[in-house]
């Protein structure tokens, strides 16, 4: 359960691995987070996605059948339709979270946010993106490029918000009419420092049982 005013995605981005990417505490710590899944059954599949500040306020929900090929296609298209809608919602100096179920795209996104940091575009991993998704993984990319920092956690599929969005569109056909807000976060939280946690000692014991002035 999130605490009261963060994000339910920002526990669940605090709380998993970013491949590639260091992850100390105080980087945790985005403007949004967006959660998507992909899924493909020869009978039809979906995409979903959850989108979230860190304030906990939602941006938007979507549910959508779609026909993919195979699952890696679905699982890339997702995050693709996540970032469209974020991109045409955030500023473009936003830090963002991703949450995905799927190990290789993971591992890819955070790769290709690395890369864009060497001379050369080189990445510290040699990046394996499946020969079906290309054409959307030229798309993520164009959308990593848009905002000031991004990275992807690796969740569970039974953690991620997205999954039963994915996994049966026709159950949230009333998402069609929930509006997709442009919203920012509010201000984060300020960092706690010795300063604000403790008193000063000289005014420790300001109030004494004797109820006398205690000098500076």
Not at 28 to 45: I, M, P
Not at 51 to 76: F, K, L, M, Q, S
């Amino acid at each position: 359960m999130a605490a009261h005013g963060r994000s339910a995605l920002r526990d669940l981005f605090d709380e998993s691995p970013t491949p590639h990417i260091a992850h100390p505490p105080r980087t945790h710590h985005r403007d949004f987070y967006v959660a998507t899944d992909g899924s493909f059954r020869e009978s039809g599949g979906g995409l979903g996605a959850v989108i979230e500040t860190r304030d906990g306020t939602r941006v938007a929900r979507i549910a959508t059948a779609d026909t993919p090929p195979d699952n890696n296609v679905a699982e890339y298209r997702a995050l693709h339709l996540g970032l469209d809608v974020l991109a045409a919602r955030a500023p473009r100096d936003a830090r963002v979270g991703l949450l995905v179920d799927h190990d290789a795209l993971a591992s890819n996104v955070n790769n290709a946010v690395l890369a864009t940091a060497h001379p050369d575009w080189k990445p510290p991993q040699p990046l394996s993106v499946p020969a079906a998704t290309r054409n959307h993984w030229r798309g993520i990319r164009a959308r990593l490029s848009g905002f000031e920092e991004i990275r992807a956690a690796r969740i569970d599929s039974d953690q991620n918000p997205a999954h039963p969005l994915a996994n049966e569109p026709g159950r949230y056909d009333h998402l069609e009419g929930e509006p997709v807000r442009c919203v920012l976060p509010d201000p984060p939280e300020p960092e706690p420092t010795a300063a604000t946690e403790f008193p000063p000692p000289s005014r420790a014991d300001r109030n004494s049982e004797s109820g006398g002035r205690v000098s500076d």
